[in-house]
């Protein structure tokens, strides 16, 4: 696999495009089809490509296991956290209304922004787990049994 | 109807052939099949995911677990009479619950005049988000996304704790 020159092109050229189109499915999913999930599923994808193009190893150089393994619990705490969050500004947990305090006098929300920044946090907190779990899977099985790990 | 006649073409096909990457190939036209189903059936946001998780990522999963074992089936050792008896009969009972289903997109029924109607209604006011699938998985039935992440955050660690190979980091 590793000599076929035009893989390896194509790839080169791909994996950015990719990534690039998993960011706009999840920063455009307020108003396209798409989201969180998607995006972490379309990102992942464009790693795993990269692992089976050109090596677990070069893969392993580029997004290390540890930050990986990182991910998982950093999407569920950034999630739960907007929810802490809004329990600090007042409101109940996960109510968006209450996140920020745009009028003058003490007490008011903006709850249109509050809702645009909730939504938004809370995806990225799931595009990050699920973009971290799903390499992690990857991970853990390709090249189990191999020794040249 | 031409897209769930190859479906179920596909299915047979699974059924029938005892090598696993064929197995695997199929798998993944499938989940394309199902996407395609999902488009029809204006689901753009299920679509989307169907085609990446369905035969993107679990096909390779899949095939990188293919490499660690054999590339055929092993021949049958139990008779499948039974398995076959026992999937029969819950298809029919499956089959005899829609009888009792509201028929396909009546508008009269309580799944389009609940909630679904309110959210449609009151979406652009409350969020300002013009997707109303986003709207409502994020902020409107957020507890339920959040429970969501946990699971694949469950599965990720669980995976973590049975393939990572402890010691050798």
Redesign the interface.
Known sequence: MRLDVILRVAAKLFIPFIIMFGLY?HLH???????G??AG??I??AI?LYA?IFGKAAALRAVPKWAV?LM??L??LI??GV?VWSMIMGGEY?N?NVLLHAGEPVGTYD??HG??W??FL??I??LV??T???L???Y??????RPDE | MVLLTLLAAITVGIIRTRNLFAVVVLSGAYSFLMASVMIVLDGIDVAMTEASVGAGISTVLVLSALYLTKIHEAPPRYSSALPFAASAGMGAMLIYGTYDLPPFGVADQPVNTHVGAQYIANNMAETDIPNVVTAVLASYRGFDTLGEVTVIFTAGIGVMLLLKRWGQA
Do not use: C, K, N
């Open positions: 499915v999913g307020d108003f396209g089809p798409g989201g999930f998607q599923v379309i992942a994808a795993v089976i393994e998982v619990p999407g569920v999630y739960a929810g996960l968006y709850a249109i809702q645009h909730g939504v809370v995806e907190g799931v787990t699920v971290g779990t799903m992690t899977i990857f853990s099985f390709a090249g189990r049994g």
